[in-house]
């Protein structure tokens, strides 16, 4: 059984800062990953999606890195602006060569201007 | 591309009324979702079908729920007879073949009185 942990469950910046939100999958034979950006109310936008052969995924000011290894993935947002204040939410494929996704519950960001 | 469509955005229904969910996947896109989110249970896959065949329905509550794909542009998720319980958002996702990126629908926020 797959099970995919966000830690924290929400989070509060500066604007301008550097930030990392985490990942955590128990089953590391994954076929990728993907993060999801969710605002209030509406659907989810995909942010990176990361292969398993891959070490990192980069959009912008987005940087998404894999350690299968450790079961975890990290969505590193630089130069965080209010815009950025979202639930952020990472799934990863299970069983892995199948399209069903298992979410993690999300962290919900908040950047302060 | 309009991306994945939805309808109806929101549906207020009485407990024991029928409820028909719609969505259209992006064009070209060979798999399709649909997925429930609720604050107790998060995301979870409901049901997906590639090319109009459905693979995983495990994810079906009961079978109150059906779903069908009749060709490549459409699907419904039905709901026969709703129930209180069955209040939450309902997202539909396509993804160009399984295990590819999904991308997600608005929605539809569902409320059973």
């Known amino acids: 059984k797959q099970e995919v942990t966000q830690i924290p469950a929400a989070l509060s910046v500066p604007e301008g800062e550097n930030l990392v939100l985490n990942c955590s999958f128990t089953?590391?034979?994954?076929?990728?990953l993907q993060w999801f950006r969710q605002d209030p109310g509406k659907g989810l936008t995909s942010l990176l999606l990361?292969?398993?052969?891959?070490r990192e995924q980069t959009s912008g000011r987005l940087n998404a890195s894999l350690d299968k290894s450790s079961g975890r993935s990290t969505l590193y947002i630089a130069a965080s602006q209010p815009g950025d204040s979202a639930t952020y939410l990472c799934?990863?494929?299970?069983?892995?060569?199948?399209?069903?996704?298992?979410f993690g519950q999300g962290t919900t960001l908040q950047v302060k201007p | 591309d309009a991306g994945v469509i939805q309808s109806p955005r929101h549906e207020v229904t009485e407990m024991g009324q029928e409820v028909t969910l719609r969505c259209k996947p992006i064009?070209?896109?060979?798999?399709l979702f649909w997925y429930r989110q609720t604050m107790m249970r998060g995301l979870e896959l409901l049901i997906y079908?590639?090319?109009?065949?459905?693979?995983?329905d495990s994810g079906m509550p009961e079978d109150r729920f059906s779903a069908k794909m009749p060709n490549a542009s459409f699907s419904t998720l039905k709901i026969q007879p709703s129930e209180p319980r069955d209040s939450a958002v309902y997202f539909c996702?396509?993804?160009?073949?399984?295990?590819?990126?999904?991308?997600f629908g608005p929605g539809t926020r569902l409320t059973v009185t």
């Open positions: 996702a396509s993804s160009l073949v399984m295990g590819h990126e999904q991308y």
């Open positions: 799934a990863v494929p299970f069983p892995s060569n199948t399209g069903k996704l298992i």
């Open positions: 089953d590391s034979a994954i076929y990728n």
């Open positions: 990361i292969q398993s052969s891959q």
């Open positions: 079908f590639n090319n109009n065949v459905p693979i995983d």
């Open positions: 064009s070209g896109h060979n798999s």
